[in-house]
């Protein structure tokens, strides 16, 4: 079964508006866990990576006040999409990294869709 | 249910070569990805198969049979530096990855 699971897995919100997309890690403590965004066919792009307790730290070209991350808890991550346009449709994959750092588990991902 | 085999863990040798199969029993299709991820780090993306048929890329070279549901990425001229996790991943019908567990590919000199 699922180790890391996303919610939700499909999202269907309106343009100007703001929608939050959960990652939580079910059987183990993530300290670290990484967003992915992926357009069809092309390779997962990694937004951001957070870190339990502390700011995420966002990749170049990436908008933090647009991507909020919040890795509030050991099991949970948010990320959520403000002020959305449809620009911003595409899937959204979470992944938490255990502890010891050697093994990254990836959620199921979230398709955002914004009319 | 759904599906994905990789082997656990395989061991090669520096300069050889080495195959890692993939089976999947999936809902649908709508592609097939492999990725590289080292220990510690983010994964990479190393290929991605929709059509059947054979895809290279330099010393990596992916293969898919839609039919046997079967895909296998070809490392050559292994370098140590290859040594890592290699990751399959399927796109069902409704466009949710199900990933493999991942093999752990160790090289020796």
């Known amino acids: 079964g699922a180790v890391v699971s996303q919610h939700p897995s499909r999202v269907i919100c309106k343009s100007g508006t703001s929608v939050k997309i959960e990652c939580r890690s079910l059987d183990f403590q993530a300290t670290t866990m990484f967003w992915y965004r992926q357009f069809p066919k092309q390779s997962l792009m990694l937004m951001a990576t957070s870190n339990e307790g502390s700011k995420a730290t966002y990749e170049q070209g990436v908008e933090k006040d647009k991507f909020l991350i919040n890795h509030a808890s050991l099991t949970l991550s948010t990320l959520t999409v403000t002020s959305a346009h449809p620009e911003d449709s595409s899937f959204y994959i979470c992944?938490?990294?255990?502890?010891?750092?050697?093994?990254?588990?990836f959620g199921e991902g979230s398709w955002l869709t914004v009319v | 249910g759904q599906n994905i085999d990789q082997p656990t863990e395989m061991t090669a040798t520096e300069g050889a070569i080495v195959q890692i199969n993939c089976t999947y029993q999936t809902s649908g299709f709508n592609g097939l990805f492999w990725y590289q991820q080292h220990a510690g780090e983010a994964p990479t993306f190393l290929s991605y198969n929709v059509l059947d048929g054979l895809e290279e890329k330099g010393r990596f070279s992916s293969f898919l049979s839609r039919s046997k549901g079967y895909s296998y990425l070809l490392l050559k001229e292994l370098q140590m530096k290859d040594s890592a996790s290699y990751l399959c991943?399927?796109?069902?019908?409704?466009?949710?990855?199900?990933w493999g567990a991942g093999t752990k590919l160790i090289i020796k000199p």
């Open positions: 991943a399927v796109m069902d019908s409704n466009y949710q990855l199900i």
């Open positions: 992944s938490a990294s255990s502890l010891s750092g050697n093994t990254i588990y």
